[in-house]
């Protein structure tokens, strides 16, 4: 695989951010979009744009095969058995909070216990907060060691056969750190509980299969993956998804609708209430191609380079905090950080005026921040674009930014 | 060392505010406390004043954040001392002016202020800089 020749796909990446060609780190914020996935969405609206499962004209028709084809090529994507597993929602949150209100307020009731990490996303706790809140249930977390990964001596002394429900985030976006998910659901299925999977971080550098996590749940968005904005999947297993009850109520997911009942679609349209995310669903399937063509396994080979190199050459920056696992661990490539006593808006800001584009900020993982007892963080993250010159210029404008610093203060 | 246009923001007063915060602190038994953060970034101010007749006579403020949002806390503070509530108000309404590279009236001494006026070129950067002010207006027009 040859980043520099598949950044060529990418128009964003061919500009000037403050006099600097681009150098674009913030991909486990947002990745970019390749011209295959900006055609398909544009090709969609020109020529085929109609609403899905209903029409009789030709537009219908072909809207609805580029929609459910999308559908089956995120099957493939993750290797699930049915199509009826897939269903098209917003993001991982939307995905997560389906599960938790759908799943959860029908199986988890007083004295339950709902375990997740310290590591999770906002998005993977707040909906389990809730749900504790209103059913009565125990929130639970696994700790962190200190290296910022998980034990499986730990995993088994929080579960528990109270434990109903283990959403767990398969690759951190801040720690790098990657969750043996097939060892936690394993002991999640042993207690009886079910395994939901947070795999934001994961679906977009690592080739997926939810038959070999052999996870009850697995959440995903588009976005971060070359997919456009808004579009997502919800992998569930089909026993489960059949018995859950819809959460959004309207037209596109009813079989029969009485005056004072209805009744709903068959799966996995049930859980798709008003007219799909069509265009999105065709950006994701286009995106899906994309990957695929390059070859996921690569991708990871591709990015685990990357890491390793990240790794060796900001560590030796003096002054720098990375947390996570360090230096020769196994991680993802997302290296976040502290500089000094520069605080990360400012390391973002200095880096930002060498067309740098890195996050700071909590990153969405307060408890996180907590446990790593900082307010805030600067976070550089890599994706299939991304080249070792990128890491340089990183490295070359980090030690700027400190002697700028030292200099004023 | 410099960078293309950041030493338009990180003005050595600026800095100097940073290193050696004003009014650094709480007042215990305060009349007006104020906690406020900024959410997508986790820069948080805890704000203490006592307002007596309708006068700030005293202003502190604790909290974590960047320089930006640190040394504004500092100079707003400072400027807000001995201030009424409706001229601290005043000063918090030019200040959001400056902010928003609006014109503001040039009939206000702003001292130190005046510093942070290159903030409004980094529009990510602004909110670091109106988190104090804002906990400030959000105590005062309480207690008018």
């Known amino acids: 695989m040859n980043a520099a020749e598949l950044r060529k796909h990418f128009p964003i990446l061919d500009q000037e951010v403050n006099g600097y060609p681009l150098v674009y780190l913030d991909s486990a914020a947002t990745s970019q979009k390749p ?14 744009n109609s609403n899905v499962h209903r029409g009789v004209h030709t537009l219908g028709n072909r809207a609805t095969d580029l929609y459910e084809g999308a559908r089956d090529k995120v099957r493939k994507f993750i290797n699930a058995a049915s199509t009826k597993e897939i269903v098209f929602l917003r993001g991982t949150t939307t995905a997560l909070n389906l599960v938790a209100q759908s799943y959860g307020r029908a199986n988890v009731k007083e004295g339950d216990e709902i375990v997740i990490t310290t590591m999770e996303h906002h998005s993977n706790i707040i909906p389990w907060q809730q749900l504790a809140k209103v059913t009565g249930a125990t929130l639970k977390y696994i700790p962190l060691q200190e290296d910022g990964t998980i034990s499986l001596e730990d995993v088994r002394n929080t579960i528990t056969p109270n434990t109903k429900i283990v959403s767990v985030m398969m690759v951190s976006n801040v720690l790098g750190t990657i969750n043996p998910i097939e060892e936690i659901t394993k002991i999640a299925h042993e207690n009886g509980a079910v395994m939901v999977v947070d795999g934001a971080q994961a679906a977009p550098h690592l080739a997926i299969d939810v038959q070999k996590l052999n996870c009850d749940f697995f959440a995903f ?21 059949e018995e859950m009850e819809p959460i959004e109520f309207g037209g596109e997911m009813i079989d029969f609708v009485g005056l004072y009942e209805s009744t709903w679609k068959e799966l996995p349209w049930k859980f798709e209430g008003g007219t799909p995310i069509i265009a999105g669903a065709v950006g994701l399937g286009a995106a899906i191609d994309f990957l695929s063509e390059i070859g996921l396994d690569n991708i990871e080979q591709h990015e685990h380079k990357l890491a390793s190199y990240a790794m060796d050459t900001l560590s030796d920056i003096p002054g720098i905090v990375i947390f996570g696992p360090q230096r020769g661990k196994e991680r993802a490539s997302v290296v976040t950080f502290n500089l000094d006593d520069v605080h990360p808006h400012d390391v973002a800001t200095v880096l930002d005026a060498e067309g740098i584009a890195v996050r700071a900020g909590h990153h969405c993982a307060q408890p996180l921040m907590k446990w790593c007892q900082v307010s805030a963080t600067a976070r550089a993250s890599f ?21 700028y610093f030292s200099d004023v203060f | 060392m410099s960078f293309n246009n950041l030493d338009q923001l990180y003005r050595q007063v600026i800095m100097d505010h940073y290193k050696k915060p004003r009014n650094k602190g709480a007042i215990e038994d305060g009349s007006v406390t104020v906690d406020m953060n900024n959410p997508t970034c986790g820069d948080r101010i805890h704000l203490t004043m006592n307002v007596e007749d309708g006068i700030v006579t005293d202003a502190k403020f604790d909290g974590e954040g960047c320089s ?7 100079m707003m503070t400072q400027a807000i001392k001995g201030k009424d509530i409706d001229h601290a108000l005043k000063l918090s309404s030019v200040f959001s002016d400056m902010m928003l590279g609006n014109d503001y009236p040039d009939d206000l001494d702003l001292g130190d202020i005046e510093a942070l006026q290159g903030v409004a070129k980094f529009p990510a950067r602004i909110k670091c800089a109106t988190l104090s002010w804002k906990a400030m207006e959000k105590g005062l027009q309480n207690e008018k």
Do not use: F, W
């Not at chain 1, 011209?35 to 020529?47: F, G, S």
């Open chain 2, 68 to 74: 930006i949002s640190m040394s504004s806390a500092s």
């Open chain 1, 35 to 48: 011209v295959q996935v900006i055609e398909a969405v544009n090709d969609y609206y020109r020529h085929s």
């Open chain 1, 221 to 241: 968005s588009g976005h971060k993956m070359c997919g456009p904005t808004g579009i997502g999947a919800l992998y569930g297993r089909q026993a489960l998804l």
């Open chain 1, 383 to 403: 994706y299939l674009y991304n080249t070792e010159e990128d890491i340089d210029r990183l490295a070359a404008s980090l030690l700027k930014t400190k002697e």
